[in-house]
């Protein structure tokens, strides 16, 4: 008999591909295996209407115009473009930008690697819900000012920040707004304009998508704003991105938000139920568990916790035959050191150690989640009881 495989809840790290997604690639793969930038004959024809289409389905689901998205690997290399292509191009301008602390990596040390070429980076904090407060955006802005950088919704504790009020006042003052917003394109509704963006990294393989694709979207009317490419080649994607285009990649990336932008509105209604039904029975099991993030202001998928004295890398040991979940982003896992983004919000070293993340996706169900929360609180009282008898 073949062994179950773990419940997943690790959405956050990476998504399954969607069957319809997956469908809509393949052809691209043998078939239809053109390169977009040959379009003197029909191969290449195909796959640029391939790419086409795709950019039409990226820029619906964001209120923009398909000449304003560039295709990239993913929203570590869009956040890298967005950041070190301001930075270069506005030089003249003005050499600071503003960020937070608890931004993913791909943005923090890209700005840290600005600051070793003698930029001047403000990593504004956060308040114990993860938020960063508009105003002090606004204190933070000096004639200098070329860029500010917050994301949408954090990877780990799933506070979504408020886009809007800072995307305002960034061009109240003249001022690039970029937002990393790879946790919540697909699945929150996503509006440039009504959000004053300018610049906005999204990524495929957290909605259902494939991964090594992803975009950028880069405003370029009202005003227009101008980026310096970090890489060169062929000049594809306006030159700011050289490299053949990754065809099966992009009309997955295009097919998985066509998806979403449907679907989105169910799904998220029946992950706050979930997510609410979970943490309420915790709460009732666990005394003094501690929610991390806002707690409405928050992705409905995802649901971050502390256990108090249990240390989370146990409690995932313990339960990895049963549920794939994490103890915090993906791309930090391998660190013992503690969650940057718990710190920023107050938490201690010790309380860091206890955070889990769950991450629900479309392909989890009631019974999972049913059987995640009693299984869950079965090995937490195991090691209570192993604790208490030390």
Not at 141 to 158: F, H, R
């Amino acid at each position: 008999m073949e062994n179950k495989r773990p419940i997943y809840m690790d959405h956050h790290a990476t998504t399954p591909v969607d069957p319809r997604v997956l469908e809509a690639m393949l052809p691209y793969f043998s078939d239809t295996f053109g390169n977009a930038g040959s379009i003197d004959h029909v191969y290449g024809a195909v796959a640029a209407d391939a790419v086409k289409k795709a950019r039409e389905q990226c820029a619906h689901i964001l209120n923009t115009s398909a000449d304003e998205i560039i295709f990239t690997s993913g929203a570590t290399e869009s956040d890298n473009i967005a950041i070190l292509g301001v930075a270069d191009q506005y030089a003249a301008k003005g050499d600071h930008i503003i960020t937070c602390v608890t931004e993913h990596k791909a943005v923090l040390d890209t700005c840290k690697h600005l600051q070793k070429t003698g930029k001047t980076v403000t990593f504004l904090p956060v308040d114990k819900y993860g938020l960063v407060d508009p105003g002090a955006v606004e204190a933070a802005i000096t004639d200098k000012t070329v860029l500010i950088s917050i994301m949408t919704a954090n990877n780990e504790i799933g506070t979504i920040a408020p886009i809007k009020e800072i995307g305002k006042i960034a061009h109240d003052h003249c001022v690039i707004f970029h937002t990393d917003a790879a946790q919540a394109v697909g699945h929150i509704p996503m509006d440039v304009e009504a959000m004053n963006i300018d610049l906005l990294s999204f990524s495929g393989h957290k909605i259902y998508g494939p991964k090594g694709i992803g975009g950028l979207y880069v405003r370029r009317r009202n005003p227009k704003v101008k980026v310096s490419p970090v890489m060169f080649g062929g000049g594809q994607e306006k030159g700011l991105r050289s490299g053949t285009l990754n065809v099966p990649g992009i009309v997955g990336l295009g097919k998985a938000l066509a998806i979403a932008e449907k679907e989105m509105g169910r799904d998220e209604k029946q992950y706050q139920q979930w997510t609410s039904l979970m943490y309420n029975s915790f709460m009732d099991a666990v005394p003094d568990v501690m929610l991390n993030g806002h707690p409405t202001k928050r992705l409905a998928h995802n649901l971050n916790v502390c256990f108090p004295g249990i240390e989370s890398k146990a409690l995932i040991n313990l339960l990895k035959n049963d549920i794939a979940f994490s103890a915090g982003s993906a791309c930090t896992t391998t660190s013992v050191e503690p969650s940057h983004v718990l710190l920023a919000i107050g938490r201690s070293e010790e309380e860091s150690h206890w955070a889990v993340r769950f991450g629900l996706g479309r392909g989890n169900g009631e019974e999972e989640i049913r059987e995640c929360i009693i299984k869950t609180i079965q090995k937490i009282q195991k090691l209570e009881l192993i604790k208490s008898a030390l």
